[in-house]
């Protein structure tokens, strides 16, 4: 008879403590954490890349059941992104068709009026996003670019939305300026790990990225920060992406992964690696496991999976997903296909009560 029936995370008698076993299978206590552990800031790549390595069928069960020790089973909530200025950008982050260094055929827009960006955001609460996302394609805003963004977050946040914005670098003064006006994400992702970054990106640093969500943190926003896999990195590399993201003084409140959208005219386009899926499904549960109380986002790249992939996706952890017609400049999955799957899945999108009930992670 199985000695774990009742819950399969607890030691044996007789075992070494470092050693937690089910269905006879032993394997070290580092690698399946109660799913309601404590919270944990000091992964070690050893230990995650162990967690990757896992069986396919154990890695996603043991997520499925720090997903459920967490969250509402069942749920994934919905985050619409606007595009409020796009191209033009002077950065070379070698997978966005919106910089300046590549001939992609994006066209430089200047930045939205605020009543259209308010308007859009009626239309994605509308349609059942309970998170509205602005993103403009800057190095780093300038003063009178916060200014304006500034008023877009008050009247977005006076609807009843979510509001986040993505606006490149921050200094710690405007990001106290985003939070007075209200916002209450901010996404800055990692991309990849320290020294696979340094392969896709010139024009900034590793640093400058922890120096922003620092000044995000410290503003007392709520952090989106995750990273794209695709990018010709190695599991290794998604694994140090992963632990610095696991290992901020705070996680993420929200993580976003990304499958890379190949854009003719990219770098990343010419000789771009294709990822399996299933490496995809293993790096949202490695995520879900080491940020149990964060939500992973299945975010760029969802319209190229199949509903099969994405379903796979949400059994290890994806609770969150980017839903409306655009995301910044590439397609998305169309909202009526959205709702088409989770109803076959008897999935139910977050509302906006569950959402503030919810509050923070
Ligand atoms: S900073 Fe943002 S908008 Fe600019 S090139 Fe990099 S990803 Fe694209």
């Known amino acids: 008879m199985n000695a774990v029936v009742s819950s399969p995370f607890l030691p044996v008698d007789g075992l070494p403590p470092a050693q937690v076993c089910q269905d006879g299978l032993c394997q070290p206590a580092s690698l399946r954490p109660s799913p309601a552990s404590p919270l944990r800031h000091d992964w070690t790549l050893p230990e ?93 805003p300038k003063k009178r670019d916060i200014e304006r963004i500034a008023q877009m977050i008050r009247e977005v946040s006076a609807l009843g939305i979510e509001t986040c914005a993505t606006l490149g670098m921050l200094t710690p003064e405007q990001a106290h300026e985003l939070k007075d006006a209200g916002l209450d994400y901010y996404n800055h992702n990692v991309d990849s790990s320290e020294s696979y970054y340094r392969k896709i990106i010139s024009t900034r640093t590793y640093q400058h990225r922890l120096d922003t969500l620092a000044a995000v943190r410290n503003a007392h926003l709520k952090v989106c920060s995750g990273g794209i896999v695709g990018m010709g990195e190695t599991r290794l590399d998604r694994a140090g992406m992963l632990v610095t993201l696991a290992n901020l003084p705070e996680h993420p409140h929200s993580v976003p992964i990304n499958q890379l959208v190949a854009v003719e005219g990219t770098p990343l386009a010419a000789d771009h690696p294709v990822v399996d899926g299933l490496e995809f499904v293993r790096t949202i549960a490695v995520a879900r496991i080491l940020m149990p109380q964060a939500q992973v986002r299945l ?51 977050e509302t906006q009560a569950q959402t503030d009930a919810r509050g923070c992670c």
């Open 48 to 140: 995650v890349e162990a967690l990757f390595d896992q069986p396919f069928m154990d890695l996603l069960f043991h997520a499925q059941q720090v997903h459920r020790a967490h969250h509402v089973a069942n749920r994934v909530q919905m985050s619409t992104l606007l595009s409020i200025k796009t191209g033009g950008c002077p950065e070379d982050c070698g997978y966005c068709p919106q910089s300046i260094h590549y001939d992609t055929g994006v066209a430089r827009d200047d930045m939205m009026p605020v009543a259209a960006v308010v308007d859009a955001a009626r239309r994605a609460q509308a349609a059942g996003a309970t998170r509205f996302c602005m993103g403009a394609a800057f190095r780093s």
């Open 299 to 349: 975010s760029a790249g969802r319209e190229a999976m199949s509903e099969e992939l994405q379903t796979l996706a949400f059994l290890a952890g994806a609770n969150s997903i980017f839903y409306g017609e655009k995301l910044l400049t590439t397609g998305n999955p169309d909202v009526e296909r959205d709702r088409a799957l989770l109803d076959k899945l008897k999935i139910q999108a």
